[in-house]
């Protein structure tokens, strides 16, 4: 039996997204995660599963806390630009944004959000590539009954379409940047945004 594995089957896992913010002492911190999951309940712990290559893994591993704000369907482009776009080493990612503070420290958002939590690492699960923290959940607050923003919903009705015009290559599926080229190297990792090659399909 030949075995196939077609990777759009996992888009058909439901996902939230999430902005996870941090700080590294000397400035607040912010980045976009779809993989949290609730794993237990009696004590509720929250599994968030973040890509080493983000500067915030590398704060929270230190650190230990994070708050995870889940992003509303109300949400504009923007926000995921702000938050998706751009690498904390080098950009205040709350520049401008009204935003306010927990029990923790670490920065709640004040808009486009319909709930928040604040969690401490339990444990760390090292996954090669990525860093998985199961955490305690310090605080919890519901701030809207708006619904949460699926990463469908992000990919159908806010991700603008991409203007491909003639191009001839592959297109990011996060942010729509188009590779020009035959061939996508198989490392290739998108400029904007920082997703790999697997988040990239042949331009139609
Ligand atoms: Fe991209």
């Given at each position: ?5 077609d990777?759009?089957a996992?888009?058909?896992i ?5 902005v996870v913010t ?26 968030v599963?973040?890509n080493?290559q983000?500067?915030?893994h ?8 994070m708050?995870?704000n ?6 504009p482009f ?5 938050f ?7 950009t ?10 927990s ?6 958002l ?5 709930s ?8 760390y699960?090292?996954?090669d ?24 919903y ?6 603008p ?19 020009e080229?035959?061939e ?14 697997a988040?990239?399909?042949p331009?139609k």
């Amino acid at each position: 039996m030949i075995e196939t594995i077609d990777t759009k089957a996992f888009f058909n896992i439901g996902y939230g997204l999430y902005v996870v913010t941090s700080n590294d002492g000397k400035k607040d911190n912010g980045f976009i995660v779809n993989s949290v999951n609730q794993v237990t309940n009696t004590p509720a712990r929250i599994s968030v599963t973040i890509n080493k290559q983000n500067y915030s893994h590398d704060v929270i591993k230190n650190e230990g806390v994070m708050n995870l704000n889940c992003i509303s369907k109300d949400a504009p482009f923007s926000l995921f630009q702000r938050f998706g776009f751009a690498s904390g080493r080098d950009t205040d990612k709350f520049s401008g944004l009204e935003a306010w503070c927990s029990e923790n420290g670490l920065m709640v958002l004040k808009d486009h959000i319909n709930s928040f939590m604040s969690l401490r690492t339990e444990k760390y699960i090292d996954l090669d590539t990525h860093g998985m923290f199961i955490c305690n959940v310090t605080n919890a607050k519901v701030i809207s009954d708006t619904a949460t923003m699926t990463y469908s919903y992000y990919q159908e009705n806010v991700k603008p379409k991409p203007q491909t015009g003639n191009k001839k290559g592959f297109v990011c599926k996060v942010c729509g940047y188009i590779y020009e080229g035959d061939e996508l190297p198989y490392d290739f990792v998108c400029p904007v945004c920082k997703h790999g090659a697997a988040d990239f399909e042949p331009v139609k």
